[in-house]
């Protein structure tokens, strides 16, 4: 089929690679040149593992191109995935659909033959029958349907090549059957759940599937506050309550919480559409789940602070740590890079390090001090913060790191670290629910 995919970011570069992957023939459009260039060249603009190698083959294979013309695109596909970013409007908890109203503003006086329009960002329920609305007020014949993404950053091609389902709101038989030739390859090869429903549910699908998880994590963090006063160890209380099928052991790790370029700003979306829809009590626990992750940053910045004797003035700080998660270069709403900085604006001398997302962390927050190495980031420092849970981290050698530091003064940010041999080598280490002492 000829697809177009509009918006090349996370989501839409993975998603355009991977359905020419599958064998179509895919555009992919967007407003940054740099993307383009890069995308066309073959090389991702930003950190997912194995993503390099499917563009690669399928740039090289002919079926993937790039370029920037929504007229282009309108007369080349039959299907346009509409993949733009719709972040946290400013100064408001809603949903900015300004990227998406003009990717389907731009392409509908284009589509001048049958299409189907596919939104597949992330939008506040109701979006999508506006823009169908957009598609007919424009004398577009296009049709519009949604097809929500769930994939996950640093497992985007495999998330989408094998996706756990598939969920399409749709309003014409027509347009359920045009998206199961697109997925085709991937139904005829398993048994991924196919969910057709109409265009508010696929839209409410997304959102409610981030807020149950964004629940999940807070829950555990309430818990871990608990297990602090209790002296309990949240980490073994999670496995043990996870064996329990109804509950499942995923997304039950304490730490320093949530971030990224979704779960906190889909909740806040899904909050403010609520009470536009008149129903905001419905949704009222999400700003308890909020307000401990957000708790979360504090909690970390005190416990370090601390560790250091009550003030960070004069203290050499080392933050491990910047991407929002591992095997990602995102810093979106970072819960590592907030607390670094807020260190820094008590006073501490702070280092940052990170394998992958240095860039990108000094373009967001250029007054860090960043170190090239573990090495570097750690000299001397009076505490180290283990904030992003990269494998690096996770196996650095306590007696090693010790060598280097000023003082064996640890906060664990993500609960990974093996307790016992860090104490073991001398290391005071602090976590957010498993702070007991062995
Ligand atoms: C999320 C959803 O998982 C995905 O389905 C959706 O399409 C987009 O949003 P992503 O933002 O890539 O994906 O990250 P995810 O793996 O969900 O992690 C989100 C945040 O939660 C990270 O900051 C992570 O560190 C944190 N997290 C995750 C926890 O604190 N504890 C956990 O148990 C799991």
């Known amino acids: 089929m000829r697809i177009t995919v509009i918006g090349t970011g996370y989501l839409g570069a993975v998603h355009a690679a991977c359905m020419a992957d599958l064998g179509h023939e895919v555009l992919g459009v967007d407003v940054d040149w740099t993307k383009i260039d890069a995308l066309s060249a073959g090389r991702p603009p930003f950190h997912e593992p194995g993503l390099d190698q499917v563009l690669a083959r399928t740039v090289e294979s002919g079926r993937l191109r790039f ?40 392409l509908a006086p284009h589509l001048t033959r049958p299409a189907l329009v596919v939104g597949k960002s992330t939008v506040p329920v109701g979006t999508a029958a506006g823009l169908a609305a957009v598609l007919r007020d424009a004398g577009s014949p296009a049709e519009l349907a949604w097809n929500p993404e769930f994939l996950r950053e640093g497992f985007a091609v495999n998330d989408t090549l094998h996706p756990d389902r598939l969920v399409v709101g749709v309003t014409s038989t027509g347009a359920e059957e045009i998206l199961r030739e697109v997925y085709a390859p991937i139904l005829d ?6 969910i057709s429903t109409d265009l508010a549910t696929a839209e409410l699908v997304k959102v ?21 006063a209790a002296g309990a160890d949240v980490t073994t209380l999670a496995t043990a309550i996870g064996h329990d099928a109804r509950i499942g052991s995923r997304f039950l790790s304490a730490g320093l919480g949530f971030g990224g370029g979704c779960l906190p700003k889909d909740i806040r979306a ?15 626990f999400l700003r308890e789940v909020d307000e401990i992750n957000m708790g979360r940053r504090r909690r970390t910045v005190e416990l370090a602070r601390g560790l250091v004797g009550g003030s960070f003035l004069g203290r050499s700080v080392a933050v491990l740590g910047a991407a929002f998660k591992p095997d990602s270069d995102d810093v979106r709403d970072s819960p590592a890079l907030n607390v670094a900085a807020t260190i820094q604006l008590q006073g501490g001398q702070v280092r940052v390090h990170d394998p992958v997302a240095m860039d990108n962390a000094r373009a967001q927050f250029p007054t860090l001090d960043y170190a090239p190495d573990i090495r570097k980031a750690c000299e001397h420092a009076d505490v180290v913060l283990h904030l992003t849970e990269w494998r690096d981290y996770v196996e650095l050698d306590p007696e090693w790191l010790g060598s280097l530091v000023g003082a064996r003064r640890m906060v664990d940010g993500r609960n990974v670290l093996p307790l016992p041999a860090w104490r073991a080598a001398g290391w005071d280490v602090r976590s957010l629910g498993r702070s007991a002492p062995a």
Do not use: Y
């Not at 946290?88 to 731009?106: C, I, P």
């Not at 409610?208 to 602090?228: H, P, W």
């Not at 899904?270 to 009222?284: K, N, T």
């Open 67 to 106: 370029g920037t013309s929504l007229q282009e695109a309108a007369e080349f596909g039959d299907v346009h995935f509409v993949c733009v970013g719709t972040p946290q409007k400013a100064g408001s908890n809603a949903a900015d659909l300004r990227h998406v109203e003009a990717a389907v503003g731009g």
């Open 189 to 194: 090869s398993g048994d991924t759940p196919w």
């Open 208 to 228: 409610s599937a981030n807020a149950f998880l964004a629940t999940k994590i807070s829950f555990i963090n309430a818990i871990a506050d608990v297990c602090d």
């Open 270 to 284: 899904f909050m403010a559409r609520a009470g536009e829809l008149g129903v905001p009590d419905a949704l009222a």
